[in-house]
């Protein structure tokens, strides 16, 4: 007995139930093929090692609306058992099983592989899209969802990417485009070091030990509210000798980048190295020293801003042998934190102690002078000074421009889905 009529003979012995769709749970992928909705579903059916276009043509011939066309790259059996399934879900399952894909072509299916259905359906069309605000390879990161990788290419000469596909394909690359090409928001950001001796912290409000560290729904760093306003206090603290400004900058910043600022020196320091064949080669190195800070806006929503900051002083105490080379030692104080404030606020970043011991000598005028006998006359006080760093870091979001080109976009979760679908804030230092 042949192989085809194997078949009939054991389709003879096979009951199908057909029930409404309605009835199973789940929409099947396929539905959007038919010209109208098929309500066939298979109770109960088997196949065992027949072609698969012999087991194609049988499940077509269960639908009224729908005709089979099977490329001749289609070859191969299935062994495929069936139960309470529909009937476009059971194509679509030994097709891609098989590794064959399918296209609608009135109330055809054809079925081919992926490649011969490519070459025979879709035309391939080129697109060069312009960019004004991001890099090529930016936006190549995020267009790979939608074009394959191979595909797309950056051409930084003219700031442009080149996109190869499908019409639909090209379609939803430029709409994807559209959105992404956005202006880099900025951060202006005003940042303040003060120096400000410890016992004089209580005359500005600020207790570290009298606030709770708890965060404030904040997952990022330790970040508590205040309502202290510190800034005109520290003006009566400086003339009073108690505080003195270190360093007073302002920048602006892109969102993501990061920003850097050192207000001192840089130390060269040469190195000699010698090679194996007794080759002296000198080369210099430098030591920063004096007050440095970095900081990275990261914008978020509703014009909140998290800022990575790593703020550090140092001085020079002297210097230190290493290797046959006199190195600076450097005395530093440094902190790194997360924080989140929103726009317009005020940050206080504290918590950078250093102690000082300080000798005032007081002499006698002339008399203290005398060689010996002076000594009488002269007296040495000493004090110990104890000081912490404050860094107030003042953000306003510069995104005029980025609220006009956005305005009305396209959410790109909403245009990924559719694709898919269709194919004063203070912070204590460590």
Not at 116 to 138: C, Q, Y
Request: some cysteine; aromatic content about 4%.
């Amino acid at each position: 007995m042949s192989r085809g009529n194997a078949l009939s003979v054991a389709a003879a012995f096979i009951v199908c139930i057909l029930v409404p769709a309605s009835a199973l749970l789940g929409v099947a992928s396929w539905e959007a093929l038919a010209a109208s909705a098929d309500d066939t579903v298979i109770d109960s059916l088997a196949f065992f090692d027949e072609e698969i276009t012999v087991v194609l043509s049988a499940l077509v011939q269960m639908s009224d609306d729908l005709s089979l066309v099977a490329d001749s790259s289609v070859r191969g059996t299935v062994t495929q058992t069936l139960r309470n399934t529909r009937l476009l879900d059971a194509m679509e399952l030994i097709v891609r099983a098989n590794g064959f894909d399918f296209r609608r072509k009135g109330n055809a299916i054809v079925v081919a592989t992926p490649e011969r259905l490519a070459s025979v359906f879709d035309t391939v069309e080129v697109a060069v899209i312009p960019l004004k605000h991001r890099s090529p390879v930016e936006i190549i990161a995020t267009l790979d969802l939608i074009v394959p990788k191979e595909s797309i290419r950056a051409d930084a000469r003219t700031s442009s990417v080149i996109v190869s596909g499908t019409a639909a394909q090209v379609n939803e690359a430029k709409r994807l485009v559209a959105h992404l090409d956005t202006p880099v928001r900025q951060v202006w950001i005003q940042s303040r070091i003060e120096e400000v001796a410890t016992s004089a912290l209580s005359n500005l409000g600020i207790k570290w030990d009298s606030l709770s560290l708890k965060p404030q729904n904040n997952p990022i760093g330790q970040v508590i509210g205040a309502s202290i306003d510190v800034i005109p206090k520290l003006g009566f603290l400086q003339d009073e000798g108690y505080a003195r400004t270190v360093a007073s900058t302002q920048l602006t910043v892109a969102d993501g980048s990061t920003a850097r600022i050192l207000l001192g020196d840089r130390i060269p320091v040469k190195r000699v190295t010698v090679g194996p064949d007794g080759t002296r080669t000198e080369s210099w190195e430098y030591f920063e020293a004096g007050v440095r800070l970095e900081v990275t806006p990261e914008m978020g929503m509703e014009d909140e801003v998290s800022l990575k900051v790593k703020p550090e002083i140092s001085s020079v105490e002297g210097t230190a042998e290493s290797g046959g080379d006199s190195l600076p030692w450097l005395k530093t104080r440094e902190a790194e934190t997360v924080i989140r404030v929103r726009d317009g606020e005020t940050a206080v970043i504290g918590g950078l102690l250093q102690t000082q011991e300080l000798e005032e000598l007081t002499k006698v005028p002339l008399l203290g002078d005398i060689p010996i006998m002076g000594e009488l006359f002269k007296r040495t006080d000493k004090d110990i000074r104890q000081t912490e760093l404050l860094i107030f870091l003042t953000v306003e979001v510069i995104d005029d421009e980025y609220r006009e080109q956005t305005a009305g976009g396209v959410d790109i979760v909403e245009l990924l889905t559719a694709e898919e679908s269709s194919s004063t804030s203070v912070a204590g230092g460590q």
